[in-house]
């Protein structure tokens, strides 16, 4: 079950620009848990070389998303 969730992942952020655009990848999904890694790169750091608040916001909102998917069923958004 959890590689055929990690497959699904997989697709679902193929199909997302922006996780596209950060290269992110989906390293562990299953039901309740998913991990998202993202490799670092000086384009996404702010002005001091720490990662940029906004990338850390979406690395958590998607992964809390795959997350609660996984439970609630795969058309949910982080609102819900």
């Known amino acids: 079950m959890s590689d055929d ?3 699904i992942g997989q697709q679902i952020l193929a199909s997302q620009p922006f996780s596209q655009l950060l290269k992110a990848q989906i390293s562990e999904f299953r039901q309740g ?8 790169s ?5 002005q001091f070389g720490f990662v940029h ?5 979406y690395a958590a909102d998607n992964a809390l998303t795959f997350a609660g998917g996984s439970v609630l069923g795969m058309q949910v958004v982080t609102a819900e």
């Not at 000086?42 to 702010?46: A, D, G, V």
């Not at 608040?53 to 916001?57: E, N, R």
């Open 5 to 7: 969730l990690t497959a």
């Open 33 to 40: 848990y998913a991990e998202l890694r993202l490799a670092i």
């Open 42 to 46: 000086p384009e996404l750091t702010q």
């Open 53 to 57: 608040g906004g990338v850390l916001s």
